[in-house]
């Protein structure tokens, strides 16, 4: 029934409901359009941000870097000895043979 | 003259003027989609650059946790030496072990001469105990004496045997106490082993709690049973140094040899000492808190 309504109201006028028709189809592409620059903006804001946090905690992360570095080299040859001794001080010591 | 349309002609442009409406609000849709092109570009650049700045951060934070660890694996390799170190002695007090052990202490430093000593150390690949003071013009040769490997022991930080040190239990504390905190400011250092100045006997009637205050604190202590008499004989001669120790040392499983770093004649005796003791199955170890010559 709504169906034969709407059909017998169309065509009572045609063009007028085509073009009511096409400007609600300009109406709902223009409008998302509207709200998707604002989306866009939002996520761009957010991707600002992002870039500026990874690239603060890369420069952190660098500078940590390079004050462990300074250290690096001689806690290594530290290791380095202290194994060495250690392995040296084991062969005087006599293995458990067991019973 | 044109007359206005009347509202049976507007009727008939409405149509018409819908799809002009329409197709304005579409014009505008896509003035706006193309609007945002930069800003999509833009965003996209962004997105591609902080993707490769994560990698990047992952990549340095991989590198600063293998760096980190690396104290981790000295002090592991350090705890496998002196259990090793501890084992031995075990073997050696059941009589287990063909080896026997010696510990080059030496007391009253850091002297200039310490760096000597240091360099002789190395040569020979021996860790040695130094029993250190209060010496603030000194610091270099503390660094020196820990980023060697030897063994920092406390041995108060005035030596005033006979001036105040022993006067009472509160007063050796205070002495000890100095020395820790000036180690702990100046190198992040807490020693664990102690040695009396002149020896336990020379606390006297308040050895019981020096001993006991030195336990609280989380120290061992050691006298000696070698002694190169480097600190009593003016004059002492590297063949002296050598005969006053040996004969004692080599009669002992645990020896502990007494020495002065700022004593030349030990100096020149401790090449033909280390060889000699190496020659009689002697192994030299630093001292540590579990040792069993520590008290």
Not at chain 1, 65 to 90: G, K
Not at chain 2, 98 to 122: C, H, I, M, N, S
Request: hydrophobic letters at 40%.
């Amino acid at each position: 029934m709504l169906w034969h309504q709407a059909l017998s109201t169309f065509k009572k006028n045609p063009p007028l409901y085509i073009a009511i028709g096409l400007l609600l189809l300009a109406l709902l592409f223009y409008f998302p359009s509207l709200g998707r620059e604002a989306r866009l903006e939002d996520s761009r804001q957010q991707w600002v941000q992002r870039h500026q946090q990874m690239l603060g905690q890369k420069n952190t992360l660098a500078q940590d870097i390079e004050a462990l570095s300074q250290e690096s080299q001689q806690i290594l040859e530290e290791s380095q000895d202290w194994t060495r001794r250690a392995e040296e001080l084991e062969s005087y010591i006599i293995e458990d043979q067991g019973d | 003259m044109n007359r206005l349309p009347g509202p049976l002609e507007m009727k008939k442009y409405l149509p018409a003027f819908i799809v002009l409406t329409a197709m304005l609000f579409f014009l505008l849709g896509l003035i706006h989609y193309a609007g945002a092109g930069p800003v999509r570009d833009e965003m996209h650049q962004l997105r591609q650059d902080t993707l490769v700045l994560r990698d990047q951060v992952n990549q340095l934070e991989q590198e600063k946790e293998q760096l980190e660890a690396l104290p981790q694996q000295r002090d592991l390799a350090k705890e496998r030496y002196f259990e090793a170190a501890a084992t031995l002695e075990q073997q050696v007090a059941d009589g287990t072990s063909p080896y026997k052990v010696a510990y080059l202490t030496f007391d009253d430093g850091p002297f200039q001469l310490t760096y000597e000593y240091l360099r002789v150390l190395e040569e020979e690949n021996v860790l040695a105990t130094f029993f250190v003071l209060g010496k603030p013009d000194y610091l270099d040769v503390y660094e020196a004496i820990l980023a060697e490997g030897h063994t920092m022991g406390n041995h108060s930080y005035s030596h005033r045997i006979r001036n105040g040190l022993y006067d009472s239990p509160q007063s050796f504390i205070a002495d000890v106490n100095k020395l820790d905190a000036f180690l702990r400011e100046n190198f992040q250092f807490k020693p664990e082993v102690f040695r009396f100045p002149g020896g336990i006997r020379s606390a006297g009637g308040i050895k019981e709690e020096c001993v006991n205050a030195l336990h609280e604190g989380g120290y061992g202590y050691v006298d000696w049973n070698a002694l190169t008499r480097d600190a009593e004989i003016r004059g002492l001669t590297l063949e002296d140094a050598y005969n006053y120790v040996m004969p004692q040392a080599t009669s002992k499983d645990f020896a502990v040899l007494l020495m002065h770093d700022f004593n030349s004649a030990s100096l020149g005796a401790l090449p033909t000492i280390i060889q000699h003791l190496r020659e009689q199955s002697y192994v030299m170890l630093p001292l540590f808190r579990e040792s069993l010559v520590m008290k």
